[in-house]
Each structure stands twice: as structure tokens, then as C-alpha cells.
């Protein structure tokens, strides 16, 4: 557990969205990953950035699908006063007040499947690789007096080291490599090991990961790939 976040880090909408699922306990195993993870280093660590988006990402622990269901994520959003919505390939999210909301789960395989159902909490997720990370290695504090879990700085760097070079948009990737380039500063070394010797990376994304060290001039020897 960090030290608190200050109420008014986020705006009123987002800030209540968090408490809102907190209280349901969404962030026992669950993570707000994403660009607003930012202002979360920006108050802990001292990075500097300047936050330019409306997207609010998270990262949803899938449990066994026999789990029972914990709490109506959906309804709680809606009451809210957001929209819920699917895309044409059945994406669920959610929009009000200029924002969109979006679940992200863990990839499983190379499978690449349209949607993930999570009947622990009524909603449904992407399904993207590499989302473990930012779970697995993840911390907590509190906002408002209720816990909020994000991705060590270390885990977020890794992924967006990977994710970069995914991007099919130009604006994205250097947003990634931007982001990338302001918690290099912040990087634990022995707590980047841990996280990278637990995973296995194909050659494809360890070309990724040298790529964006590459554009960061971030010595690839310190990943250890």
C-alpha cells in the first residue's frame, strides 16, 4: 500500500466511476491500467506528463466461469448516469460525459476472440496478450477513502514497451513510446527483472521490446533479452 491519492486527482465523473467500483470490489485482483494510470505516477513518483484523453482503460481479472457473481458492474455504471454500448464485434463499453469506458482481459492463447464474458461482474472485455502483466504485478492505494489497484510503474513500462509496436496508429505508438520515455526515469532494475524472468516472450515481441528501447535510448542490457 502507497500514500493516498488526493480526492481531486481525477475529474468528479472518473473519480466517482472508481469509488463506484471499488466499492463492489473490483480492485481486489482487478487494475485501472491505460493512460490514467499517469496521474497516479505523476502524484507518487514525480514524473511529469500531460494527460490527453478521454479513454478509461481497465484491466479485469477473468476468474473460473462457475464463480459466482459478485456485483452487476454494468447496472453500477449506468446508474451512474454512462451508456452502455456494443460494438459490431461485440465489444461492450460504456460513454457519458465525453468519456469511454472499455474491460480488458487477458488473451488466452494466440486465440483471438471476439469478446470475453465475465459473468463475475456482468460485463464483457477484450481480449488482449500481455494484460496478466499489468494484473499480476500490480499495487494498491486509496482515493477518496476506498482502494484503487494500478501497475507498478515497472510492469506498465514492459507493457508498453510490447504494445508500442502494435499500434496501427502512428499517434498511439509515439503516445506509447512517450509514456515509455517518462517512467524510464522511475524504473526499479531489480524489480523489471523479476517481472521479465517470469515471463516466456516470443521473438517477435522481444523485437518489439528492442525496437521501442531503441526509441527511447533505453539500454536494452537492463531488460535482458
Known sequence: MTKSLPDNLFPDRIRNLICAISKAGFFDRSALIGSWVMPIYQELYGIRY???TLDIDFAVH???KKIASRADLNQCITDLGFVDYFTADGMQRFTGGGYEVEFIGQRAGGRNKGFLSVPEWHITAMPLPFINILTDYS????ICGFSIRFPVPEAFFLHKLITAQERLSDA???KDIEQCSIIANIINHDQLQQIISNQRFSKATKKNIALS???IGFPLHRIGI
Open 50 to 52: 500531460v494527460l490527453r
Open 62 to 64: 477473468i476468474a473460473h
Open 139 to 142: 499495487t494498491t492505494t486509496m
Open 172 to 174: 498511439k505508438r509515439m
Open 213 to 215: 528501447c531503441d526509441a
